[in-house]
């Protein structure tokens, strides 16, 4: 009988590697299976696999043990079906299963030295790449290559088979690794000596620190700082990812949930991002949209938002002041405050709509009808002053849905989520994953909710519009940001694809204020931190925090990429246990500099 492999999101730390194995072993692995692994028959350029979206992937494993490690690497990149199947021996096993793979357009053969060859195998093969695109990965003795001489697809090769090679084999499928090397010797007539495709390396890689210099035992800090701050009760959930030069070096959870619960934190999770969604939804809508030329940062936005073109304090507002949080809005609008009786109904309805809670509904039409209107009349400070504030978004997602007709949501989702295979981001994540993925983040937010939200964005005023908003409402997780910052790391290049131009990307970035610090929707290092002397960030260094406990930073210099989600507002935003003693996001940041630091100063010695 087939088995559907269900490890599609198994979290190994640092790659795919058993928990037994040294780390200095590991790395030894890596550099032996890189050596090793060949790439053949590509002609048609197929690997590594570039336009992502429509692909419908399977895995066909025959015999290779290390099949739920391919499988957990390969969903990192894009769904990928694992099937079990190497206890198929007859022709009508076959046939069941050729049927079972109707809906799918990429078939994976997984092949190795345990594999039956047999001539239904063959036959199996031969039929269904006559049909459908299929790649052939092989590990094991390069007698086995003989098999595969007739077939016309692809074939990634690597004379050993181990969790390593495994977990190479996906990342050269996907881009995340390259390959140069040659066949050392000749296989039959048809693979001879010196053979052998180069391919790019077009996405992230999953590896080790001592592939990009660096030492594992400074993970041991990041573990101690950590659990201080669980401990400390800074956030009972942490999820902490590093990538450096396009690696993923560490990527690890910690704690639940709750701080009593019993669901442990994954790698996967997926987190609130708060104000993340800043810089992560609406910043990279407006840059799109000022690549192709439809926006001016001069443009006012009431040539957008029509009824701003009235409103003194709000007609000539430029979009790039929006950006820069110099427009003179208001920080913060309590709309929670504003709620009648009624308004609010624990039962939905056509006169309840709008769900902000597990059974819990706001009356329809509230943020056209009062919402709005209140963000219109608000006053706020003096134009040319940086006072962060959340309208500021909330002007730029009319903006883009204005240009786009589009809503943010599905725009942002079509545009760059999706292409780039950023699978568990997106708003309103409660209507795409199940509830046990997702972080809570308060059991009482002390506003309007003394409920346990969950998979409903915590800020107040982006749950009362539904969930969709330019501030917050984005949920993600840990490598789904990884790909993103990667992203702008590559001046807008991923997976083959351009996203933005590069100096768009240089453009938003960098400081392009003379009374902040702060680039286009970007924070950035701040006049502060560059005078402590540290040697770390770089005068080049962007990211955003987001006050659900959220963070992500880019460092080009360093080329650096670090996320830190957790929970911190959890169990109620501080009413409980006040005040963290330990910033996590902080002092882990700087334990990854210091180490990077220190590798440098080895190296020169």
Same mark, same amino acid.
């Given at each position: 009988?087939?088995?559907?492999?269900?490890?599609?999101?198994? $979290?190994?730390?640092?790659?795919?590697?058993?928990?037994?194995?040294?780390?200095?072993?590991?790395?030894?692995?890596?550099?032996?299976?890189?050596?090793?692994?060949?790439?053949? %028959?590509?002609?048609?350029?197929?690997?590594?696999?570039? %336009?992502?979206?429509?692909?419908?992937?399977?895995?066909?494993?025959?015999?290779?043990?290390?099949?739920? !490690?391919?499988?957990?690497?390969?969903?990192?990149?894009?769904?990928?079906?694992?099937?079990?199947?190497?206890?198929?021996?007859?022709?009508?096993? $076959?046939?069941?299963?050729?049927?079972?793979?109707?809906?799918?357009?990429?078939?994976?053969?997984?092949? /190795?030295?345990?594999?039956?060859?047999?001539?239904?195998?063959?036959?199996?093969?031969?039929?269904?790449?006559?049909?459908?695109?299929?790649?052939? +990965?092989?590990?094991?003795?390069?007698?086995?290559?003989?098999?595969?001489?007739?077939?016309?697809?692809?074939? +990634?090769?690597?004379?050993?088979? *181990?969790?390593?090679?495994?977990? &190479?084999?996906?990342?050269?499928?996907?881009?995340?690794?390259?390959?140069?090397?040659?066949?050392?010797?000749?296989?039959?007539?048809?693979?001879?000596?010196?053979?052998?495709?180069? @391919?790019?390396?077009?996405?992230?890689?999953?590896?080790?620190?001592?592939?990009?210099?660096?030492?594992?035992?400074? #993970?041991?800090?990041?573990?101690?700082?950590?659990?201080?701050?669980?401990?400390?009760?800074?956030?009972?959930?942490?999820?902490?990812? !590093?990538?450096?030069?396009?690696?993923?070096?560490?990527?690890?959870?910690?704690?639940?949930?709750?701080?009593?619960?019993?669901?442990?934190?994954?790698?996967?999770?997926?987190?609130?991002?708060? /104000?993340? =969604?800043?810089?992560?939804?609406?910043?990279?809508?407006?840059?799109?949209?000022?690549?192709?030329?439809?926006?001016?940062?001069?443009?006012?936005?009431?040539?957008?938002?029509?009824?701003?073109? =009235?409103?003194?304090?709000? /007609?000539?507002?430029?979009?790039?002041?929006?950006?820069?949080?110099?427009?003179?809005? =208001?920080?913060?609008?309590?709309?929670?405050?504003? &709620?009648?009786?009624?308004?609010?109904?624990?039962? *939905? /309805?056509?006169?309840?709509?709008?769900?902000?809670?597990?059974?819990?509904?706001?009356?329809?039409?509230?943020?056209?009808? #009062?919402?709005?209107?209140?963000?219109?009349?608000?006053?706020?400070?003096?134009?040319?002053?940086?006072?962060?504030?959340?309208?500021?978004?909330?002007?730029?997602?009319?903006?883009?849905?204005?240009?786009?007709?589009?809503?943010?949501?599905?725009?942002?989702?079509?545009?760059?989520?999706?292409?780039?295979?950023?699978?568990?981001?997106?708003?309103?994540?409660?209507?795409?994953?199940?509830? *046990?993925?997702?972080?809570?983040? @308060?059991?009482?937010?002390?506003?309007?909710?003394?409920?346990?939200?969950?998979?409903?964005?915590?800020?107040?005023?982006?749950?009362?519009?539904?969930?969709?908003?330019?501030?917050?409402?984005?949920?993600?997780?840990?490598?789904?940001?990884?790909?993103?910052?990667?992203?702008?790391?590559?001046?807008?290049?991923?997976?083959?694809?351009?996203?933005?131009?590069?100096? @768009?990307?240089?453009?938003?970035?960098?400081?392009?204020?003379?009374?902040?610090?702060?680039?286009?929707?970007?924070?950035?290092?701040?006049?502060?931190?560059?005078?402590?002397?540290?040697?770390?960030?770089?005068?080049?260094?962007?990211?955003?925090?987001?006050?659900?406990? =959220?963070?992500?930073?880019?460092?080009?210099?360093?080329?650096?990429?670090?996320?830190?989600?957790?929970?911190?507002?959890?169990?109620?935003?501080?009413?409980?246990?006040?005040?963290?003693?330990?910033?996590?996001?902080?002092?882990?940041?700087?334990?990854?500099?210091?180490?990077?630091?220190?590798?440098?100063?080895?190296?020169?010695?």
């Amino acid at each position: 009988m087939i088995k559907i492999i269900s490890l599609l999101f198994i $979290f190994i730390q640092s790659a795919a590697f058993s928990q037994d194995m040294k780390v200095p072993d590991r790395f030894t692995d890596i550099r032996e299976a890189e050596q090793h692994a060949v790439v053949l %028959r590509n002609s048609s350029g197929i690997i590594p696999l570039k %336009r992502l979206e429509g692909l419908k992937i399977a895995s066909l494993h025959f015999g290779n043990q290390h099949a739920a !490690v391919f499988d957990s690497i390969a969903n990192k990149y894009w769904t990928v079906e694992g099937f079990e199947a190497d206890t198929i021996r007859e022709g009508e096993g $076959f046939n069941r299963l050729h049927d079972r793979l109707k809906l799918h357009n990429l078939i994976i053969f997984d092949l /190795s030295a345990e594999t039956n060859f047999s001539k239904e195998l063959l036959a199996f093969i031969s039929d269904v790449e006559s049909q459908t695109k299929s790649i052939i +990965i092989l590990s094991g003795s390069g007698k086995n290559l003989d098999f595969l001489a007739k077939f016309r697809s692809a074939i +990634i090769w690597n004379k050993h088979e *181990s969790a390593t090679v495994a977990s &190479l084999s996906a990342q050269l499928l996907f881009g995340g690794a390259s390959a140069t090397k040659k066949l050392d010797e000749g296989y039959g007539h048809h693979f001879k000596k010196g053979f052998g495709y180069t @391919t790019q390396k077009i996405r992230l890689g999953y590896s080790v620190p001592e592939a990009v210099s660096l030492n594992s035992n400074f #993970v041991s800090g990041i573990d101690s700082i950590v659990y201080a701050g669980i401990s400390a009760h800074s956030a009972p959930a942490v999820v902490i990812l !590093v990538a450096k030069d396009g690696k993923v070096i560490f990527n690890k959870a910690y704690g639940s949930h709750t701080y009593k619960g019993a669901a442990s934190t994954k790698a996967d999770d997926i987190f609130d991002m708060a /104000s993340v =969604t800043k810089v992560s939804a609406t910043t990279p809508a407006i840059m799109r949209l000022y690549d192709k030329k439809m926006i001016s940062l001069e443009d006012p936005i009431s040539r957008y938002v029509a009824l701003t073109r =009235t409103i003194p304090d709000k /007609s000539d507002i430029k979009i790039k002041e929006a950006l820069l949080h110099e427009a003179g809005y =208001t920080p913060y609008i309590k709309f929670f405050e504003l &709620l009648k009786p009624g308004e609010m109904s624990r039962d *939905s /309805s056509s006169s309840h709509p709008t769900k902000v809670a597990d059974n819990y509904f706001l009356r329809a039409n509230y943020f056209n009808e #009062v919402m709005w209107p209140v963000t219109l009349r608000s006053s706020g400070g003096t134009r040319g002053k940086f006072v962060y504030s959340d309208v500021s978004m909330y002007m730029l997602k009319e903006v883009a849905e204005q240009l786009t007709h589009t809503r943010l949501n599905d725009y942002v989702s079509n545009e760059f989520y999706s292409p780039l295979g950023m699978r568990s981001t997106g708003y309103l994540p409660r209507n795409r994953f199940d509830r *046990s993925r997702i972080v809570p983040t @308060t059991e009482n937010d002390n506003w309007f909710r003394d409920m346990l939200v969950q998979g409903y964005v915590n800020d107040p005023g982006a749950a009362m519009a539904g969930g969709v908003e330019g501030h917050a409402g984005l949920f993600s997780n840990a490598n789904d940001l990884a790909i993103y910052f990667q992203m702008l790391l590559n001046k807008g290049m991923y997976g083959g694809q351009k996203y933005f131009e590069a100096g @768009t990307v240089d453009l938003f970035t960098s400081r392009q204020s003379k009374v902040s610090e702060r680039g286009y929707g970007f924070a950035r290092v701040t006049e502060k931190e560059l005078n402590a002397n540290k040697g770390y960030p770089s005068d080049k260094a962007f990211g955003h925090s987001g006050y659900t406990g =959220t963070y992500v930073w880019a460092d080009p210099v360093y080329n650096l990429v670090y996320i830190c989600l957790t929970n911190r507002v959890y169990p109620d935003d501080g009413k409980t246990f006040g005040v963290s003693k330990v910033n996590i996001r902080a002092q882990v940041l700087d334990r990854v500099y210091q180490e990077i630091l220190k590798s440098r100063g080895n190296a020169t010695k």
